[in-house]
């Protein structure tokens, strides 16, 4: 299978992973491959596995595909390079006129990416417990109104929302983006120090806290307020202009 630029043969067998016919990964593949990279392989190897359930051409036809976040700790580069091949899908299922598939994200940025090259057709959120359907071609807020809602939540104007997790990450991961050559959450969040965060933001965001301890409004407000001490130091003219705007809503 060709993706990314890169021929991927998977063995199954004896577990090899072989690139452009050349290089082998057998052993160490865990220790050689970014989280990144093995979320490449992975929906690669979703995509390919496809064809194997397939036991005649009509069946073709009924391919329903259901793709879970696929861009989880990639760079930026390879997130619009699974757009592409979502987009070209039809490419790779032969005899089929419109491919089906849904797909589930919580980076707001690759959902802005698929609205932009129109991959989808209907678009919804899930907001309180509800799934709305989003006006056509409308853009989820960019990362500087989620930063907006997390700085009146540190002023406690606002109390956190069941999105406020997302909203969190959400701003890492641009901040991360823009200063650091990552989109890897783990990464950013060590490099901000910002880790007594992570377990909240990662769980959260993905609508679970499994992994720790009840979370109070006030732990969030907490947490709120490392992020935005954090960013004052990392992009303060931001910062300043959100706090500009909060001091004229009091006038």
């Known amino acids: 299978m060709y993706f990314f630029k890169v021929s991927i043969l998977l063995v199954r067998a004896i577990f090899v992973l072989t690139l452009n016919n050349a290089h082998k990964l ?8 970014s989280d990144g990279e093995k979320s490449i392989i992975a929906f690669c190897h979703y995509i390919a ?30 997130v619009y390079s699974v757009s592409s091949v979502i987009r070209d899908l039809q490419n790779y299922i032969p005899s089929v006129e419109t491919v089906r598939f849904l797909i589930l994200t919580h980076n707001v940025d690759f959902y802005n990416m698929l609205i932009k090259n129109k991959i989808t057709k209907d678009n919804f959120i899930l907001e309180n417990g ?10 989820i807020l960019p990362y500087i109104e989620q930063l907006k809602e997390i700085y009146e939540i540190f002023l406690d104007k606002e109390k956190p929302k069941y999105h406020t997790a997302n909203s969190i990450r959400n701003v890492l991961e641009s901040v991360g983006r823009f200063f650091y050559p990552t989109n890897d959450l783990h990464d950013v969040m060590q490099k901000l120090g910002l880790m007594d965060l992570y377990n909240f933001v990662n769980d959260g ?8 301890k009840p979370i109070t409004d006030t732990n969030i407000k907490d947490y709120c307020e ?25 006038k």
């Open 226 to 250: 490392k992020l935005i001490e954090v960013l004052k130091e990392k992009i303060p003219g931001q910062i300043k202009m959100i706090e500009d705007e909060n001091k004229g809503k009091l």
């Open 205 to 212: 965001s993905h609508g679970s806290y499994a992994n720790q």
């Open 130 to 139: 509800k799934i709305i359907k989003i006006n056509e071609n409308k853009y």
């Open 49 to 78: 596995e496809s064809h194997i359930k397939i036991s005649q051409a009509d069946e073709y036809k009924k391919m329903f595909f259901i793709i879970d976040d696929p861009i989880s700790s990639m760079d930026y580069h390879y």
């Open 26 to 33: 057998k052993n160490k593949t865990t220790k050689v491959l």
